[in-house]
């Protein structure tokens, strides 16, 4: 399992938006959180055929309508402020209502070696997760990711999923102060869904 922790936290945690505006490290927390999403068996390591090393992963989990995560159940406090922004994006999305749905497949994350970026296994990585999990043969079923930068954000409108929301998280505050710095031009999270019947 060590894997997929080690390509998050050197491919993902550096250079996705969220993860950089609120200081994300592979804190303890942080690693039992990702480990949990990994540990639900729809999540994906990808590994190069020659060399056998790890190119790419995809977290995915079930998102139930009942379930709540409250950032009191961390100790880290960047990792508190990420999940209060996930909690807005959440609320602004409102899948459960939108969709009349009590779960969905949430991609949750996605992070491709940097040395191997630019040559389209991203893209091609949304597409065959979204067919997975039509391929599930479950009906009625929910896929909802949250692309958090411009090049996921390019793959989400490609990959037939709907634009429900944008939360800038610029303008994240709490008790009326801005709690986290930006990533110029990468300052949004979108929310893209879709319900197969």
Excluded: W
């Excluded at 050197?10 to 490290?25: E, G, N």
């Excluded at 960047?78 to 609320?91: C, H, P, R, T």
């Excluded at 610029?170 to 300052?187: F, L, R, S, W």
């Amino acid at each position: 399992m060590e894997e997929p922790i080690a390509i998050l936290r050197d491919h993902f945690l550096p250079d996705d938006p969220p993860s950089v505006a609120t200081d994300q490290i592979m804190t303890p927390d942080m690693r039992n959180r990702c480990l949990a999403i990994f540990q639900s068996k729809i999540s994906f390591l990808v590994v190069d055929r020659t060399s056998g090393q790890p190119i790419a992963a995809r977290f995915m989990r079930v998102n139930r309508r009942v379930e709540t995560t409250a950032a009191d159940m961390f100790t880290d406090p960047s990792l508190k402020m990420l999940v209060g922004l996930i909690d807005i994006i959440d609320e602004k999305a409102n899948i459960f209502e939108r969709f009349q749905v009590d779960e969905a497949i949430q991609f949750f994350g996605m992070c491709v070696r940097r040395d191997k970026r630019r040559r389209g296994i991203g893209t091609e990585l949304v597409e065959f997760y979204i067919q997975f999990v039509k391929n599930l043969g479950i009906r009625p079923i929910c896929i909802r990711g949250e692309p958090t930068s411009k090049f996921s954000i390019r793959n989400y409108e490609k990959s037939g999923l709907r634009h429900l929301v944008t939360v800038d998280y610029a303008g994240y505050q709490k008790d009326v102060c801005p709690v986290m710095k930006t990533v110029p031009g990468e300052d949004v999270c979108c929310v893209y869904a879709a319900k197969y019947e």
